[in-house]
């Protein structure tokens, strides 16, 4: 595992990668936390539900058209732009603070600015990154990344009260800015050109819009674990989301604390999952991501029966770590076997339906909840989501277990669009759900 990592690791562009990503994602972090606060504040509960909504419409509703814009420009460029753009909308926070006319709308704008500059960045990162790395490393590269942002995520909240011991919560805001342009500076040393048709002309944007499904479509390894991912989704975020609270505070008993335990423990357990999985080397890539969902829905099942709150933080720790199997794979199966050149909206694809899924499953798992004991739904609900995943997964490996659809393998792209001497060393071998 350690050789893996290191090797990785010399090449200096992936590192950049990472590292920018790591620091801005860890700036993200304590940001969610501090917005979320300040609305608090500001307008009480209904505030924070307009904040959250803000933070993530704009994904949903953009996301098809940040993945087709992705492979328009330069990703490179296009990261950068994004960095800059997010920092400068979170410099708005202070900046209104210390004019004193600091109001919910503003929270309200700098929330959707920011998830809107994430629709152009994060599929722009995901397709940039196969230009850097050889393709046997991409499974490695997807589970460290993967590792990192679970990091960040869970950390990031962890500093804020730690920070506000010495500064004040509009000074989160500059330091989350800060962070934003460390990984522009870490992406402008990025050497890459872009992609050598980089310049060809381009249909309608919904023509290209239209286009990543057709790319999807064509490929049954790409279609069957995107439709799995998109309908275990369904379910398991729900029961994350909506289920888990009702089930630490009235059936349990047990306060906030406990329930931030809880998904600390699932946040632990995917870093932990994705840490290890790089130093495997898997080849049934959609049959492994099937598997995954489907291990998660086998540890999520008994959630409602359990008689205390830490067995529940032992089941949630197991979650996490399964669900590392689904995610790392399923990126790194996008980038094997998607034209380079059409990456970015098919990246944009999957995210778009991932935040589908999200923005479905909480009313979908309230309704149960409504004609069904708690205990119900999760059995119900980790039942569904083993039942899609297995299903996939033999779709899967009927296709995988004999070769006959062996990873494509695209042209090289011309030798100015990759500048990293690592990215074209000849390859070593075949290459959140939570």
Known sequence: ??????????????????????????????????LLWLALHLGGAGAVTLTA??????????????????????????????????????????????????????????????????????????????????????????????????????LGPAMLGLILQFAALKDVFSLDAATFGI????????????????????????????DSFSVARRDLLLWVPILVF???????AGVRLVALPVLVGRTLHQSAGAFGLMLGAAGVGEMAGNVILGQFLIRAKGTAAALGLALLGLFRAPLGLIPNWRLGAGLLFGSGCVSALTDAPLISLLQERTPEAKLGRVIGLVGTLAYGADALAAPLIGGLLVIMPVAAVFLLCGLLTSGI???GAGVCWSREKDGRAATPAPPEPAAETRLSPEAVEPAEGVPSAE
């Open 53 to 154: 909504f803000a933070a993530s419409a704009p994904r949903l509703a953009l996301g098809l058209f940040g993945g087709v814009y992705a492979d328009r420009l330069d990703r490179r460029r296009a990261m950068i732009f994004s960095d800059i753009t997010r920092g400068l909308a979170v410099l708005l926070i202070p900046l209104f603070a210390a004019t004193g006319s600091l109001a919910v709308w503003q929270l309200v704008l700098v929330a959707a600015l920011l998830s809107a500059g994430g629709t152009l960045a994060e599929p722009a990162r995901g397709a940039l990154l196969p230009a850097l790395i050889r393709r046997d490393q991409l499974l490695p590269a997807n589970a460290l990344s993967g590792a990192t942002l679970q990091a960040s995520y869970w």
């Open 230 to 236: 998109t309908l275990g989704l369904l379910f398991a």
């Open 389 to 391: 995943g297995l299903v």
């Open 183 to 210: 990984a522009a500076v870490t992406d402008i040393l990025i050497r890459y050109r872009g992609l050598a048709d980089e310049t060809a002309p381009h249909g309608g944007i919904i023509a290209e819009i239209g």
């Open 1 to 34: 595992m350690r050789l893996r990592y290191l090797d990785l690791l010399r090449n200096r562009d992936f590192s950049l990668l990472l590292g920018g990503q790591t620091i801005s994602r860890l700036g993200d972090g304590l940001q969610v936390a501090a």
